[in-house]
């Protein structure tokens, strides 16, 4: 009989955000931005553990007060604009090292994604459980305009395709398809974070086409989050 691997959910949420100051307590239809990601996670049968990564007491406390859920206070050093998410990420491995907990997969989970489809986050698990990859991040197809291989970056002061090929694609129809990671998933196998990545070799994209396009670093991002969930959208 096959043993279910142990699959760990860190929502990292540190307070200093400078494009939407106190983000994730900000209140959104409601409800603080947090609250979105906490619930999805809750609502999910695979994952074991949820751990909410904070740096700010406020966010803490509301995070905690799901029975879901427990907590890390991190440094103010592992909460800078510049910190790695790596370095968050195995601070919360040591963490649950000292807690005897052990995991097979580590699940990522962004505040500032909060629209996930009902779910999400166990049919991402079970893609990247079924094909074996080393890691998974759900991804949109970037429209053809704005395809790598119709994009130019400046070179000794000339524009050059941006994929270094020496000639243009020049039919729509040519065009490989390209595809952007959204923020709202991210899963990796425990021994590649370990080694320090947060991918490893065999990264599976999954196309996330039923939730909301929506990741929150300006204010106009969360204008356009506050439309959606006026909506109706609800985890």
Same mark, same amino acid.
């Given at each position: +009989?096959?043993?279910?691997?142990?699959?760990? $959910?860190?929502?990292?949420?540190?307070?200093? *955000?400078?494009?939407?100051?106190?983000?994730?307590?900000?209140?959104?239809?409601?409800?603080?931005?947090? &609250?979105?990601?906490?619930?999805?996670?809750?609502?999910?049968? +695979?994952?074991?553990?949820?751990?909410?990564?904070?740096?700010?007491?406020?966010?803490? *406390? !509301?995070?905690?007060?799901?029975?879901?859920?427990?907590?890390?206070?991190? *440094?103010?050093?592992?909460?800078?604009?510049?910190?790695?998410?790596?370095?968050?990420?195995?601070? +919360?491995?040591? &963490?649950?090292?000292?807690?005897?907990?052990?995991?097979?997969?580590?699940?990522?989970?962004?505040?500032? *994604?909060?629209?996930?489809?009902? %779910?999400?986050?166990?049919?991402?698990?079970?893609?990247?459980?079924?094909?074996?990859?080393?890691?998974?991040?759900?991804?949109?197809?970037?429209?053809?305009?704005?395809?790598?291989?119709?994009? !130019?970056?400046?070179?000794?002061?000339?524009?050059?395709?941006?994929?270094?090929?020496?000639?243009?694609?020049?039919?729509?129809?040519?065009?490989?398809?390209?595809? &952007?990671?959204?923020? &709202?998933?991210?899963?990796?196998? +425990?021994?590649?974070?370990? %080694?320090?990545?947060?991918?490893?070799?065999?990264?599976?994209?999954?196309?996330?086409?039923?939730?909301?396009?929506? %990741?929150?670093?300006?204010?106009?991002?969360?204008?356009?989050?506050?439309?959606? $969930?006026?909506?109706?959208?609800?985890?």
């Amino acid at each position: +009989m096959d043993v279910k691997p142990r699959i760990l $959910a860190i929502i990292p949420a540190r307070a200093g *955000s400078k494009g939407v100051p106190g983000k994730n307590m900000r209140l959104l239809a409601g409800k603080p931005l947090i &609250h979105y990601t906490i619930v999805s996670a809750c609502e999910s049968c +695979m994952l074991d553990t949820i751990f909410l990564s904070t740096d700010c007491q406020e966010t803490l *406390s !509301f995070g905690i007060s799901y029975p879901e859920v427990q907590g890390l206070l991190r *440094s103010k050093e592992l909460a800078r604009d510049d910190t790695p998410m790596m370095d968050v990420i195995k601070n +919360m491995i040591l &963490h649950c090292d000292k807690l005897g907990l052990s995991f097979d997969y580590v699940c990522l989970l962004q505040p500032t *994604s909060p629209f996930r489809s009902r %779910n999400l986050i166990d049919r991402t698990i079970k893609c990247l459980l079924d094909t074996g990859g080393d890691s998974l991040m759900t991804v949109r197809k970037i429209p053809d305009k704005y395809n790598p291989h119709w994009a !130019f970056i400046n070179r000794d002061e000339f524009m050059v395709v941006a994929t270094g090929e020496k000639k243009i694609v020049t039919r729509r129809q040519e065009l490989p398809d390209a595809w &952007h990671r959204d923020g &709202h998933i991210y899963i990796t196998r +425990m021994d590649v974070i370990r %080694n320090g990545d947060l991918y490893g070799k065999k990264l599976i994209g999954f196309i996330n086409e039923d939730s909301p396009d929506v %990741n929150i670093d300006i204010m106009e991002d969360w204008l356009l989050a506050e439309t959606i $969930a006026k909506n109706g959208f609800r985890p």
